[in-house]
């Protein structure tokens, strides 16, 4: 399947709650993407301050990797944080025994909207080298295991 796939968690869900939107392309994305309200949800979860932050999350189902955005902050002072859902060969305890492919998340922290969108472009365009080329100038911020 060449096809991708999208969904967005509002401020407040539960970690393992999204709502499904479907199969999109970049430019419907990226429409999404600039009419969601950032500003208001991350208030919310000021607010709340429980669940998830605002998430919009893409899915390649060819791939079977993820790319998603969700944002921190005040309405002052914000950010983004970028994740990346990948296959990773991960060792076992002390880097012994056979090593296992896990889903594997990549974060990294930006304020800088215009170069989420270009990471989203090569996402869709599945320039996977050149994407993560591009992630790896973010800062990162964590990676781990990745939750299913």
Not at 45 to 57: E, M, P, V
Not at 73 to 78: C, M, Q, S, T
Not at 79 to 100: D, I, N, Q, R, S
């Amino acid at each position: 399947m060449d096809k991708f796939t999208w969904n967005i968690q509002l401020a407040g869900y539960d970690f393992k709650k999204y709502d499904e939107k479907g199969e999109t392309t970049y430019d419907n994305f990226i429409r999404e993407f600039d009419k969601f309200p950032w500003i208001e949800e991350m208030e919310k979860w000021n607010t709340i301050k429980d669940g998830c932050s605002a998430t919009l999350s893409v899915k390649d189902l060819k791939t079977d990797c993820d790319f998603w955005v969700s944002i921190a902050g005040d309405k002052n002072n914000y950010g983004y944080l970028v994740g990346h859902v990948h296959p990773k060969e991960v060792k076992g305890f002390f880097g012994l025994g056979k090593a296992k492919t896990k889903r594997w998340c990549d974060i990294y922290q930006t304020q800088n909207v215009n170069d989420i969108k270009k990471c989203f472009k090569l996402f869709f365009d599945r320039k996977q080298e050149d994407f993560v080329t591009s992630l790896s100038k973010f800062e990162k911020y964590d990676d781990m295991e990745a939750q299913n």
